[in-house]
């Protein structure tokens, strides 16, 4: 063989429970061709059940799926370990006797699988065309090169880097960053084809993949039950920081509490956007806070789920020109104190607890409903983004918001109905094994590991119970330092306030007419001097409540949420950067009443809301912005 046909063949290793073997092959040879020469070294496989990976256990591939590509276009290069798992034809035959009339058919070599199918959030998408590295500047004692060289001292850092978190105390790595640290290549290898990440799921496999015994509980088996649990930190988070657009949304939730001192609970509406604080971060940005239907309690409320009007309630968010969604809920656990009124007790804290374990088996629950579409999951779904947000007392006795999310550990620990709430809040019990046929539960080893007096590292069994701590994944929250909400306005009554704020359609006629609404005539036809009644009453629709409630009424359109957000115009710094949104026949009403009070120099029009300012002063009165 000449040095060039040899350099052209590739030598690969393929493992399986039959043995070690190499094969030379083209790089342009099918898929099939590998499938016949690990057939004849291995006659009794199954080829329907047969898998490949580039790893001793996860990310099995049928090879089936893989059929019409080449090695190639699949990502093996020459010298590569595969691993290949099977079933015997006997075997194989057993197991599918009793389901053949429903077995699964082998995917076509075209179909996609499941994570090829997923769309993403718009946040995903971003930061997946983006390689997220860590700028360093020029290090003034250890660079030694030019102005446009690099060095190991001023080289971009990896997303995932430990001492970078460390120094800015950044405990858990981004969602983002963690996949990068699990696929750091980005060389075309066949672990690039294959999903990193791997769901956890703590349910027996039922049937058992060995077929060797009747389903669970009748029998179980090491290859059908789930491994020993041990609980540990989340390395990362799906979401790093919770942020409300305007305070004024907390104090419009918090009004029902401090009228009737019960508690109340309410479902974010906002979206995702990259998080500059944290490599390739992602945070949570809340516009609004719809309520619904419950009844507070001084110590705790009631709720349906699920919860009505939902499915309109998410199409009305979507069809905001940025979509928004459902990205967590908020609740209240507020009590004042008995010396003073206008004080709240301090009840959550290192040492009582941050969230009760009747409340973390609730957000598990309600994470395991809103999983995250993904691409690096096999199943297409991976974890979730919503979080849990806590109005709740402080140690001065005032009222701050607390964000959490729960670990992916917990999600499958409640899915696997393994876990359930105490008596005492900060506790997680673990639940009893039941073998009965209705209510079968298998439970593994849990355990959980802590330092002891001395500094040591203990492990220690997690039955019957452990503290709720080693579920938590703590998200940071604030408010921007410029708000500038979607929503302009929070006037209009809220929701399932029954007693406290009636929505009435003679509520939304009366406030119509105080706003002059059946005066306001098309801008075009609008003498100078008026604009400003199109400006406040364009605010006034800009109301998720408002909104919510109309479409129940049938007036208006669908398209009555993206007019009235767009019909607000933003606040601004300059007076060129006008809101691209505003029609244009609104930038001509403009334009005219510059020009009409250009010639008396009595008015100044604000570039910003354009409103008539009659003052000697440099602000507008209505938006105070500058008028230059």
Request: proline share 7%; with cysteine; glycine share 6%.
């Amino acid at each position: 063989m000449s040095g060039e046909q040899e350099a052209r063949l590739r030598r690969n290793k393929i493992r399986s429970k039959d043995g070690n073997f190499r094969y030379q092959m083209e790089p342009t040879d099918d898929i099939a061709v590998l499938l016949s020469k690990i057939l004849e070294a291995s006659p009794n496989a199954d080829p329907t059940t047969m898998t490949i990976s580039d790893q001793p256990r996860g990310n099995e591939v049928p090879i089936v799926s893989l059929k019409g590509r080449n090695l190639k276009s699949i990502g093996v290069n020459h010298g590569d370990l595969l691993f290949v798992g099977y079933k015997d034809k006997v075997e194989s035959t057993v197991i599918s006797e009793p389901s053949s009339s429903t077995a699964p058919q082998a995917p076509a070599s075209d179909e996609k699988r499941a994570w090829e199918l997923v769309t993403e959030d718009a946040v995903d998408s971003y930061w997946r065309t983006k390689d997220g590295k860590i700028p360093r500047g020029r290090d003034i004692i250890f660079c030694k090169h030019g102005l446009k060289g690099m060095c190991d001292y001023c080289m971009p850092l990896e997303p995932y880097d430990a001492a970078f978190h460390k120094e800015n105390s950044i405990k858990h790595l981004s969602y983002h960053a963690y996949l990068k640290k699990l696929a750091p290549k980005t060389t075309t290898s066949s672990a690039s084809f294959l999903p990193p990440l791997d769901p956890l799921s703590y349910r027996v496999k039922t049937p058992c993949p060995t077929g060797g015994h009747p389903a669970w509980p009748a029998g179980i088996c090491t290859s059908c039950q789930p491994s020993a649990i041990t609980l540990q930190s989340q390395p990362f988070r799906m979401v790093d920081h919770l942020e409300i657009a305007s305070m004024d949304i907390v104090d419009r939730f918090l009004q029902s509490w401090r009228m009737t001192g019960l508690q109340r609970f309410g479902w974010m509406i906002g979206r995702y956007e990259p998080y500059d604080k944290v490599p390739m971060g992602i945070k949570a940005v809340v516009e609004a806070i719809y309520e619904p239907p419950q009844e507070g309690e001084l110590d705790g409320l009631t709720l349906g789920l699920p919860w009505e009007d939902e499915q309109r309630i998410r199409r009305i968010a979507e069809a905001a020109t940025t979509p928004l969604t459902v990205v967590g809920y908020i609740f209240t656990d507020l009590d004042p104190t008995e010396e003073d009124r206008t004080k709240n007790v301090f009840k959550r804290h290192p040492g009582s607890f941050y969230i009760s374990s009747l409340e973390a088996i609730f957000a598990a629950v309600m994470q395991t409903t809103n999983p995250t579409p993904s691409k690096s999951s096999p199943t297409g779904k991976f974890s979730s983004r919503l979080v849990t947000a806590i109005l709740t007392g402080t140690e001065d006795g005032q009222v701050d918001v607390s964000a959490y999310q729960v670990s992916a550990q917990a999600e499958a620990m409640v899915e696997a109905d393994m876990i359930e709430a105490s008596v005492d809040p900060g506790i997680v019990r673990v639940k009893e094994e039941d073998r009965s046929q209705d209510t079968a539960r298998y439970v593994p080893d849990v355990f959980f590991s802590f330092k002891n007096e001395y500094g040591l590292e203990v492990k220690k069994s997690a039955k019957p119970a452990f503290p709720v701590e080693y579920l938590l994944v703590n998200v940071t929250h604030g408010f921007p330092q410029n708000p500038s909400p979607m929503f302009r306005s929070t006037a209009f009554k809220i929701e399932n306030r029954q007693g406290l704020e009636d929505q009435t359609v003679d509520s939304v006629l009366s406030s119509l007419l105080s706003l002059n609404a059946p005066d306001i005539v098309e801008s075009k036809k609008m003498i100078p001097g008026q604009a400003h009644k199109t400006f406040e009453l364009a605010k006034w629709l800009s109301d998720l409540h408002l909104i919510a409630f109309l479409d129940t009424t049938q007036l208006l359109s669908p398209t009555l949420m993206t007019f009235a957000r767009e019909s607000a115009p933003r606040n601004t710094h300059s007076s060129s950067a006008m809101d691209e949104d505003i029609p244009q026949d609104v930038l001509d009403q403009i334009a005219a009443e510059q020009a009409a009070s250009g010639g008396s120099g009595a008015a100044r029009i604000c570039p910003h809301c354009t409103y008539e300012n009659y003052h000697g002063g440099h602000d507008c009165e209505v938006c105070g912005l500058p008028l230059q």
